[in-house]
Structure formats: C-alpha cells, structure tokens
C-alpha cells in the first residue's frame, strides 16, 4: 500500500500546496495541469506493473484497487457544471442568498465534503458490519414501478420490513449517504451499463429506482426497450432525459460465449466458449461506466460438474475443474477489456459473488429460507471466502486497465434475512411447502441499495478530486 499512499500524498500535497508561485496565465496553468496528469499517469502505469508482488489477501486488494481507481479521475467529467456534494439545485446557478452568505456555505459544505473524502481514500470501505438504522429507504417499498416481480418482496406479501432497517458501516470511516440528485448530476451526458448476470441485473433496478426517486418529474424517465422479465431479454435501458444519461443492462451471465446447438439426432448440446467473450447484441465498450460481473452461474450443476461442457478453440473438454474454467472465462474477459477498453475514457468495475443462504438443501432440492429475520451476527457462521473471488482479484492484478473491485461478497455474507424466499412471486397460492426458494436474489428495496451507496461513494471520490 505504501506506494500508493505516496503517490496519493503527493499528489494532493502538490495541488493544494504548491511550493513555487502558480502563474496567472491561463496558458501556463493548462500547461502545468498537463504536466502533472502526464506525472501521474506515468506513475500509475508503474505502479500497476508492481500489483502482483504485493498483493497478498482478498481485503488488501480490495484496498489496492480502491485506491488506484480513486487516484485516477473519472476522465469522460468535465469542471464547467461543478456542484457541490450537498448541492440541491441542478443548475449549480446562485440562489437569492448574498453571495457572501453563499460564499460561506459553500466554505462549510467543501469542509464537510473534504472530511469525508480523506476518510473514504484511507478506508476500504467493504470492510465493515450492518448496523441498525431507522431511516428511510433510498426509495419506499411498492413505489418503484421498475422492479421485477421476483424483486419485489413488499408487493409480493412480505409481511415484515426488517431487513430495511440496517446500514452498512464500515470499519473506520464514514460513507455519505445515497444522493441520487448528485449522482444524476455527476452522470449528466453520461451512458453506464451493467453487464453480467441476474445478480447484476438486482444492482441495475436498484439504482434505477434510487435515480427515479431523486426526479421530481418521473414522466421524463423512459424506458427504451419495454418491460420483460429478465430471462427473456438480453438488453434493457432506462434514459433520464433531464440528465441526457442512460443506465443499461446486458445480459451475459458467463460473460464468455455459450453455444446451443443440436447433432444429427436432434439431441440438445450446450458448450462454453471459455476463449471467446460473449458477443453482445449492444455495443457498450465505449461507455462512461461499466460494471461487470459473473459468479452464480458457474455454481450450477452442468457448470459445475463441467463434464463435455467447457470449449476451448477445437477442443471440447471431458472433464474440468469449474474453477480452472472460471480463471480461463476470467482472462478472456481480462484480454477483451485490455484491448478494447478506451481507459482515458471509460471507468470498469466488477461486482463481487454476492453470497447465497440456503439452509437444508440447494436450490432446487428444498433449501429455504422464508424464516431468517436479522443478519448473521457472529463471524464463525460466515462461509468461507470463495476461492473463485481469489481468483478474480489475482486476474484483475495482472490487468492493464484499472478495475474497482466491489468486493460485496463479506457484506452479503451477513444479510440471510435479505432474501425473496417464497416472496418471489405475487401469488399467495404459490407460498406452499416444499416450493423453490429464492436465496440468492435480493429484496429490493434491501441489500444492493448498499452496494450502490458504495459505489456512489467510490464515484464521488474520483468526481471530487477532479472538480477540485
């Protein structure tokens, strides 16, 4: 970590305090601005060549990619409609107060906002614990038109609203709270997309629906593709007008390819490509923002047990091991993202394996968990940390683009009680003994309004450093 934080250091401390007069002209300032981005590009190029050889446990990589992505700016944002983080105007226009009077709030909001974001830069911020908090969702239960039904636990008879009562604290620091009017504004002219699998899709609708709530005039939020259930459709896109922004979602539960086909009998055969990315039906690799993520698929049966179903070129494998498989897909994803990723422009993110609760049997075979109503309180009854995050994180190390890692697997590992379960569906009749519950899903509102306050915090951070 020491070479980040020095560079960190650096950098602020030349910014802030400069040691040699800074020169009135506009000419030489832009000069200087460009020697110090030339410095520090310079410097995270050699800083990302050293990754491996310090990179020794999941929580000290979530730190490293943390700081490397807060270090480098959001490049794609401009200055000219700087707002402040408590700015509640989209305009950023001066209000009727004096602009002494505003001169001096604006004092006391840029020291609120410079004391979160040195906690933040010195935190990993997915080192933490829920703690309860009887504040008001980001957007109330039932209000969101934009939820699945397998989502929608309040709408579905849920009859208790516990699991909404707790935050994520982490370990050390203070996150601020979700401003959706600030996030808008922080993606104004911007495109984001999601890119991954149903876990993902969660995430996706949860932000769609904290945005929605920040909108005053909800009638200017369209959806481009029309409502379908997320199983049947590949693309789905949410544009904010007043904001010229889109939040996509792509479908691509392996993010490398799989093939269906049928031989000369008519029997079905399915095939993972593990050295082709899959090829989406949308381009998005010249978005602003993208988070990725793949992990729950490769715990089904056929993937796990990965007999004649992993592909390689011509060769068709008998048997492999699903997580030599996962490094193999992970890499293909790794290469595709070095090679067409513009990294001046977009920002990439992947989202961590958010962890599943299903007591007394899988998913298809009885597991349950209708009756868990509080989180996980004591560390031992965690599961172990999966091998196939260890995976990820060695992979993104070697990457030539800077990746933030949500690594949401711990936080998850807690919320048991955040779970669909037999709220999946809005037919009571549905609600029998014996049905196939939903462990893995999130409620929503619930727990992946969290990751995105993370990612919102993880957002501000490059966003504020760029403005100042």
């Known amino acids: 970590m ?26 030489h300032c832009l000069a200087i601005a460009l ?37 480098s700016p959001f490049s794609s944002i401009t200055s000219s409609r700087t707002c402040l983080v408590s700015d509640s105007t989209d305009s950023c226009k001066l209000s009727s107060v004096t ?47 934009f939820l699945d039904d397998a989502f929608n636990c309040f709408n579905n008879g849920r009859p208790d609203l516990d699991y909404l009562r707790y935050r994520w604290k982490p370990h050390g620091c203070h996150i601020p709270r979700f401003d959706g009017r600030q996030m808008l504004r922080m993606l104004r002219g911007k495109r984001m997309v999601f890119v991954g699998d149903s876990l993902n899709r969660n995430m996706w ?14 009638s200017r939020i369209f959806q481009i593709e029309g409502r379908r259930e997320f199983r049947n459709r590949g693309f789905y896109s949410f544009n904010f007008v007043d ?47 993208i988070i990725f993520n793949t992990g729950h698929w490769w715990t089904h049966q056929k993937t796990y047990k990965g007999k004649n179903y992993f592909q390689e070129g011509r060769r ?11 490094q193999k897909a992970l890499r293909t994803w790794a290469k595709w993202v070095d090679s067409n990723i513009n990294r001046s422009h977009t ?5 961590g394996y958010s962890a599943s609760h299903f007591r007394r049997g899988k998913w298809d075979s009885g597991g349950h968990c209708n009756e868990e109503r509080q989180p996980i309180t004591n560390d031992t009854q965690l599961k ?52 196939i519950q939903d462990c893995s899903h999130w409620c929503l509102p619930g727990v992946p309004d969290s990751w995105n306050e993370l990612f919102y915090a993880a957002y501000l951070l490059s966003y504020h450093d760029l403005s100042s």
């Not at 020491?2 to 305090?17: C, D, E, G, H, W």
């Not at 006391?108 to 979160?116: A, H, I, S, Y």
């Not at 995976?391 to 990746?403: A, F, G, N, R, W």
């Open 2 to 27: 020491a070479p980040f934080k020095n560079l960190f250091t650096t950098s602020i401390n030349i910014s802030r305090t400069p040691s040699f007069p800074l020169p009135r002209s506009r000419t």
């Open 243 to 289: 904001y010229n922004c889109s939040i996509d979602f792509v479908k691509s539960p392996f993010l490398v390819q799989e093939w269906r086909s049928s031989d000369r009998r008519g029997n079905r055969r399915e095939r993972l490509r593990l050295d082709m990315i899959q090829t989406p039906s949308f381009n998005y690799h010249d978005a602003d923002i």
């Open 35 to 71: 020697l110090l981005v030339s410095l520090f590009f310079f410097s995270s190029a050699s800083l990302t060549n050293q990754l491996p050889s310090f990179l020794t446990a999941s929580s000290l990589a979530s730190s490293i990619l943390f700081a490397a992505n807060y270090i």
């Open 99 to 145: 602009a002494m009077e505003r001169t001096r709030m604006n004092s006391r909001k840029e020291e609120e906002t410079d004391g979160v974001i040195a906690g933040l830069s010195s935190c990993d911020i997915f080192d933490g614990n829920w703690v309860l908090d009887d504040s008001d969702p980001v957007y109330q239960p039932g209000s969101c038109p």
């Open 205 to 218: 609708q949860s932000l769609v629906c904290a945005l929605r709530e920040s909108v005053e005039n909800k």
């Open 316 to 326: 068709v494998y008998n048997r492999l091991e699903v997580n030599e498989a996962y």
């Open 347 to 351: 920002r990439v993110f992947f989202g």
């Open 384 to 435: 172990p940390y999966p091998l196939m995050m260890k995976i990820l994180e060695s992979v993104i190390s070697e990457m030539k683009t800077p990746v933030f890692y949500l690594n949401i697997t711990r936080m998850t590992g807690y919320r048991k009680d955040g779970h669909p379960s037999v709220y999946r569906k809005p037919d009571v009749h549905q609600r029998t003994p014996g049905i």
